[in-house]
């Protein structure tokens, strides 16, 4: 069953398909980086004179709202406009929705105006999507994330509907859902909310997946997750106690030699 | 006479205190990362629009004008007010203060508009906020700065006087002042200065412990330094003569297992 | 015939120039780390109000318009003509020419206000701005690059007599020219293609030999070129087959030990 996700990681090699970012400047390198390693090409430009233009020479456009401001929120909707006008998947990161006015209402206008492929969040955020009462605290997962995965898949699947994308929703076990299946991953290693910017990266990921495999969102997501959850897992095995640093390294390490083999092996996937 | 410092480390890694950067593109992953390493919580967000209320739920608020543009100098002074009325420690860091004429208006500004629980800079800049001839070389400490033990002193009191706060000068040998009580640390390594942005992760550290620990600025910005000076000491003693990325990862290798023993075991500090 | 090449990096250890960057936000942390790694030191002002200020202090000033906005486009402008006045070399990355209208213009705008001393990109960005039909894909150097050796000789010759300055196109063989010399160099590894932001650092190693041998464009530019190209291959030679992440921590050690030894004994370099 995990070779339909598995060898979708040959296109993004195959095609490297260019990955256009407007996201923040706190992960922006980690996902470059990210994005590179899996295979495809970033390409990170936000002024709202070139916004539009570079979404549409792209595979996927990734909006992620980590360090929103009133210059980029502009430039995201040009870009992910842009994007639906020339089918290109846009995968939306709503990086601490419910922590702030701003960032509440700037989602709820991206979801007005933009038609996205993908949306992915921690559990806080997409309950805010999803309408429900959510205490975000920052832009980490909190710790009753990890608590909730019976939550987490009705939440997944009714927003799904709701928008008619794919929603993910990443913590220690990642549920990604398309209204119709719902899957569950259980790859991952706990170190990895150690690190800023892992969700940013699965976003970037799930960016890369999409460009190469855009008529595959749901397991395009799948395959960006489990990557990650992999990833995560070799590198912990690689580094050990060593630390945070060394821990970074040999994630970027696994990503840069993931394939098809190594996630049909360590994969444990399965739909709900 | 260290175990002061060395439990405040304990009450950083239980609390997980939510720290507000508005900070410089340079080294903001840099920052970010050390704040979860030490325990603590990052979020970085700096447009105007929701500084005040990021601010306002944050432990502590870190600003750091090390790439200050017109768009978040308004926001550093929204974050740090809405702090100041919350009651919510504010560190800043006048990077590159005596640089340019920017720099020293916006820092002095800074400081008459918000009342800051720590400042921490490098000779150079805490001498320009003293109101002293300073030669500030670009951002990084300029090499009289090893020299200047004994003057360094007198500057960090008066202007803890002053200013009514911390003042902490870091250099080959950190100074922390209250203006009652001076403390020395003499822990790090010249390795250090070869790596940007460990003045910037100082003061990330210096609102992690005073996010967790509020009532005790002078204590929480000693245990920071001892925190970031034992940690380039471990780094060398892992990753020797390899290189600067090398050292870089083992320094965050070292905070991610910083811990009340090993501040304990290793700290160099004295009142003066 | 290398150590013309090779000596430049003792004045650059020696002085230590400040090596001023208005540039993007998904690299600047590398560059400002391969800046302090090699012995120059960097510092990052963007804003209008000071870029002219902070130019006339400086060394070296590197405009790389990586994520351009309208914010920085007049100041990277305000930084080079104060540079220009100063008689401080300018180098000018023109990161993703070709791709987008407002790179295009930004470019073009540039080359008519400011004198540089360096002009480096890929062989897609040059083309550009000699005038020739590109197909720039992202900021990264497309398929393409690596065979276009000798087209590249003669596009390099003749926008560096149309410029009046060194023009460098990176690929597999760089190429740097100054319209009477052109210099070919045979340095390099393909993992530096898996990082993102080796052609940036390029420009920042640029502009550090710039900074301490103003004299000597054509020659400094030759020896930041092979500092990178022997960096990577030592890189590899000590990270193997590891991963991104191990190459990029080894491609910072190489630089911070990079010495004119080392550049003397690994240097493949002629004259075409």
Redesign the interface.
């Known amino acids: 069953m995990t070779e339909k996700y598995a060898e979708l990681i040959d296109k993004v090699r195959a095609t490297s398909p ?1 990955v256009h970012h407007i996201t ?7 996902c ?2 990210i994005t ?2 899996i295979g495809a ?10 916004a539009a ?2 979404a549409a ?1 792209s595979s996927a456009v990734v909006l992620n709202m ?6 980029t929120i502009p430039s995201m909707l040009a870009a992910g406009k842009s994007a639906n006008e020339k089918g290109v998947p846009v995968v939306i990161d709503p990086v ?1 929705a419910g ?5 509440n209402e700037t989602v709820v206008e991206q979801l007005k105006e933009i038609r996205p492929a993908v949306v992915r969040g921690n559990i806080s955020e997409i309950r805010f999507l999803a309408g429900l009462t959510a205490e975000t ?4 997962a909190a710790d009753g994330d990890k608590l909730a995965g019976d939550e987490a898949m009705a939440v997944a699947r009714d927003l799904a509907l709701k928008l008619g994308c794919v929603v993910a929703i990443t913590a220690a076990v990642d549920v990604v859902s398309d209204g119709g299946r719902t899957v569950l991953i259980e790859n991952g290693h706990e170190k990895l909310s ?4 892992t969700g940013c990266m699965c976003s970037s990921l799930i960016g890369s997946y999409c460009g190469a495999n855009p008529e595959l969102p749901l397991e395009s997501t799948v395959a960006a997750l489990l990557s990650m959850g992999i990833a995560g897992e070799i590198a912990f095995a690689n580094s050990g ?6 821990f ?10 993931m394939d098809a083999a190594t996630i049909e092996k360590y994969a444990r996937v399965r739909e709900a």
């Open positions: 260019l923040n400047y706190v992960t922006v390198n980690d470059a980086n590179l390693g090409s970033p390409i990170m430009a936000d002024a709202i004179d070139e233009d570079i020479i980590g360090t929103l401001n009133e210059r601490g922590a702030s006015q701003l960032r605290k920052g832009v980490d150690g690190l800023t910017g106690d060593k630390g945070n640093g060394s970074r390294v040999s994630l970027h390490d696994a990503i840069s030699r």
